[in-house]
């Protein structure tokens, strides 16, 4: 009968302990379910967020290509199309040469106004040059006039 008794004894403690270990796999599986659903809540939140961003965006798009189509529709356009399949290489050489000409003739006008500006602007300066000369010369030959007169004044007063 003890032996029975040691036998359910340890059975019971076994169990005791096999039920113990159990909770505490419950317990860290139920941690580890938590948190797996706190990440799936987030996540969720996150994908509702993006999906709401996406159809905002998807809205203001749809508005900008309806309008830029309004705005496409009250544009005519006329296409002309050359199919023929020729190279006229003298045509186009013709093109280019008249191109050519036309840039050198506004660059030969651009240099021809340029030059009468500046030879403009030179006239002016020699003009003001000149007329600076003819004050200066004024003024020496009235100074040579005042010179000559105090002299002339000099000579009569040791005459006298």
């Keep these: 009968m003890t032996g029975l008794v040691e036998d359910y004894k340890n059975k019971y403690e076994d169990e005791i302990n ?3 270990e159990c909770e505490n ?3 860290l599986m ?3 379910t938590d948190a797996a659903y706190m990440v799936k809540v987030e996540l969720e939140a996150k994908v509702d967020g993006l999906s709401d961003e996406v159809e905002f965006l998807r809205q203001l798009y749809d508005a900008e290509i309806n309008e830029l189509q309004t705005q496409i529709r009250d544009v005519s356009v006329v296409v002309e199309m050359d199919n023929s399949r020729d190279l006229d290489m003298d045509a186009i050489i013709a093109e280019v040469r008249a191109q050519y000409e036309e840039v ?3 660059s030969r006008a651009e240099a021809e ?3 009468q500006n500046k030879y403009a602007e030179m006239q002016k300066s020699a003009g003001r040059y000149d007329d600076d000369l003819k004050s200066t010369r004024a003024e ?4 040579n006039r005042r010179i000559m007169r105090l002299q002339s004044e000099i000579e009569m007063v040791k005459v006298q």
């Design 18 to 20: 096999k039920r113990n």
């Design 25 to 27: 796999n419950f317990v």
């Design 30 to 32: 139920k941690k580890d």
């Design 104 to 106: 050198a003739n506004r």
């Design 113 to 115: 106004s340029w030059y």
């Design 140 to 143: 020496i030959a009235d100074m």
